[in-house]
């Protein structure tokens, strides 16, 4: 059964500072992995989508990597910023003939001015 | 750029009453999803949805849970006889091609149940 793991579980950090989000999960055979962001109360935006085929994804100040083999993803966040305060999640979409998300448990983040 | 819009925004209701959470995905897409979040965990999935059946659901998705697809634009999930614990974030999502393919979710709908 895959499980989805993130680490830190909360990250404070001062304004401009960069930073890296962790992502783990147990079963390797993925289709893809995609990183979200939720504002508190909100939905959530999806970031950056990762193909099994795939080792980085870039959009602006974000650059997320992912290592099937070891079962590990990373979301850099450059030059932070304040607005940048939220809850990063990642959720893996597993192979097979399902078509469902498996979501970690987030990484909320506060960037202070 | 195209969004998944769901109704109502929050919704409170008594316990045993049906509640019924609707969806408008984006008009290209043909997979369609409702993941819940209970406050303080992880997001889970419900259910999916291809072709007007259910193509998987968890063990999450019992007999007082049903969707449907009643035209062309709507996506619904009801709750038959609501419990306490049903009081979750809903998210509805929809994804173009399904497999391989990113998905986008709505806003949510903030379900409480007293």
């Known amino acids: 059964k895959q499980e989805v793991t993130q680490i830190p579980a909360a990250l404070s950090v001062p304004e401009g500072e960069n930073l890296v989000l962790n992502c783990s999960f147990t079963?390797?055979?993925?289709?893809?992995l995609q990183w979200f962001r939720q504002d508190p109360g909100k939905g959530l935006t999806s970031l950056l989508l990762?193909?099994?085929?795939?080792r980085e994804q870039t959009s602006g100040r974000l650059n997320a990597s992912l290592d099937k083999s070891s079962g590990r993803s990373t979301l850099y966040i450059a030059a932070s910023q304040p607005g940048d305060s939220a809850t990063y999640l990642c959720?893996?979409?597993?192979?097979?003939?399902?078509?469902?998300?498996?979501f970690g448990q987030g990484t909320t983040l506060q960037v202070k001015p | 750029e195209p969004e998944v819009t769901q109704t109502p925004s929050h919704q409170v209701t008594q316990m045993g009453q049906e509640v019924i959470l609707r969806c408008v995905p984006i008009?290209?897409?043909?997979?369609f999803y409702w993941y819940r979040q209970i406050l303080g965990q992880k997001v889970e999935f419900l259910v999916s949805?291809?072709?007007?059946?259910?193509?998987?659901k968890s063990e999450i998705f019992d007999d007082q849970f049903s969707v449907e697809r009643p035209d062309g634009s709507n996506f619904t999930l009801k709750i038959r006889s609501t419990k306490l614990e049903d009081s979750a974030m809903y998210f509805c999502?929809?994804?173009?091609?399904?497999f391989g393919d990113g998905y986008t979710f709505g806003s949510g709908t903030r379900l409480t149940v007293v």
């Open positions: 999502a929809s994804s173009e091609r399904g």
């Open positions: 079963d390797s055979a993925i289709y893809n």
């Open positions: 990762i193909q099994s085929s795939q």
């Open positions: 959720a893996v979409h597993g192979s097979g003939n399902t078509g469902k998300l498996i």
């Open positions: 008009s290209n897409h043909l997979y």
């Open positions: 949805f291809y072709n007007n059946e259910i193509s998987e």
